[in-house]
């Protein structure tokens, strides 16, 4: 690598097959959007069967592909086995985490957060596209997260909005 050239980034996205969305895309069409993409970074992607194969994913995404972060998107079913197996995903995901000192931003849909069908696929796109660009400002834009902090931003639903500070 040259003197002036600088070592590409690379945003991991891993999605799975289970999910009802195509959280993957939605993630990818954000990355697609930030500035530098393809110039100062690319998108490395790859799909599991469900939620609980994210963090091996993940993991792999960084120590195989040398990504520098990770966007890991599922969706949990409603039923309280899924509640279980969804906790013990982000278990796994935190533990890949620590393992690779590398942030690995966990993006999970209930699919009983809505019962209307149309509601739940605006809740899949603006999580994915939303953690996706909190990735990409991780890496390149960190004051963008700190101008938000304290804000009650959610990704999915409406903000919170912030508390009173007195």
Known sequence: MGKNQTKLKRIGVVDTMFARYDMGGAARAELSECPGYNS???VISATVPGFKD???AAKN???KDKCDIVVALGMPGSA?????CAHEASLGIMQAQLLTSTPILEVFVHEDESDDPAVLASVFENRSRS???NAYWMLFEPEQ???RAGQGIRQGFGDAGPLDNH
Do not use: C, S, Y
Not at 80 to 84: C, E, M, T
């Open 145 to 147: 997260l700190a101008r």
């Open 54 to 56: 994210l963090a091996v």
């Open 40 to 42: 100062t970074f690319r």
């Open 80 to 84: 309280p086995i899924d509640k279980q």
């Open 61 to 63: 995404l960084i120590e």
């Open 131 to 133: 953690h996706a660009r």
